[in-house]
């Protein structure tokens, strides 16, 4: 792969961090990776690096708190029961904010959820193909009408655009390429200097944001020929996804050898074989709601 970086929001250390880590190290050898977490979460990851198998990528943990974290906090908006936390909606800033708050980040970079685990390569730089730079389609819809609603609610408001979705799956891919120009242009396209702020007030509207599917809906307009991914039978039909972590965490600590260092791919790579009957299909694991 060319120099390419990768960005990881992640809400604080945990115990598959190092998987998820390891395992993009394996496919795809980035120059950096750069994970946005608390003060205490970097204190521990800058410790257990050195005993993580990296090779040669190197993992910079930067403070969360520089991307404004507090100020945002004030436009945020709990309605009821129903709303999403303010980290969820933090951490899709973090996302579209990088290009402003790291330097010299590769362009296009490579933005990944901190639960998502891959099992199988999907070429995201192939330069001997017309798609340069392609993610894949992982999710096959929403959770729910509910869901599906608000997204295309938000996004409405946000951008004027009518969301865009693939002809099978969703843009929830829980990783993405971000070419500068794209962002760049949708923050002058949401309001310039007040883009951040716009974003969070959606919470006091809406129950449910996406980041991903308004960078997607967005390019569909303005940059298709940057908007290059894998059909979801590809590589998202064969992923295995868990909403709730406890029970497929319960039965990895039972099988696996968890380090103080976390999980290490190896491990994992191991369950996986074991429990899921040697299937050499899968292509990724999905573990949400770490703590």
């Known amino acids: 792969m060319e120099n390419i970086d990768f960005v990881i929001p992640l809400k604080q ?6 998987t998820v880590i390891e395992g993009i190290v394996l496919f795809y050898s980035p120059i950096n990776i750069f994970i946005i977490t608390d003060p205490s979460s970097i204190l521990e990851i800058n410790i257990h690096t050195s005993f993580w198998k990296i090779d040669n990528t190197k993992i910079k943990c930067i403070d969360e708190n520089i991307f404004l974290k507090t100020e945002l906090e004030r436009k945020y908006t709990w309605k009821d029961e129903k709303s999403r936390e303010y980290g969820w909606w933090f951490q899709q800033i973090i996302k579209l904010d990088a ?43 929403s959770k729910n009408e509910f869901n599906r609603d ?55 509207k809406y129950y449910r944001f996406s980041e991903y599917k308004c960078v997607a809906t967005f390019m569909q307009h303005f940059f298709p020929e940057l908007l290059l991914y894998h059909e979801y039978e590809t590589y998202g039909e064969n992923g295995m996804r868990f909403r709730d972590s406890l029970e ?16 290490s791919y190896q491990n994992l790579f191991i369950f996986v074989n074991n429990e899921f009957m040697n299937n050499q299909k899968l292509t990724y694991l999905q573990i949400e709601h770490i703590t």
């Open 150 to 204: 608000q997204y295309s609610s938000s996004i409405m408001d946000l951008i004027q655009l009518e969301i865009k979705e693939p002809i099978i799956g969703t843009f929830v891919p829980h990783h993405f390429v971000f070419h500068h120009k794209v962002i760049k242009s949708l923050h002058e396209k949401i309001e310039g200097e007040k883009w951040r702020k716009k974003i969070m007030e959606l919470s006091s």
């Open 13 to 18: 250390n945990n115990v598959i961090i190092r």
């Open 99 to 141: 290009i402003h708050k790291i330097k010299d980040l590769s362009d296009p970079f490579i933005v990944w959820d901190a639960d998502l685990i891959p099992l199988k390569k999907w070429d995201l730089y192939n330069k001997n193909t017309e798609k340069y730079y392609s993610f894949a389609i992982l999710q096959e819809c």
């Open 248 to 263: 497929i965490l319960e039965k990895i600590k039972k099988m696996c050898n968890i380090e103080y260092y976390g999980l």
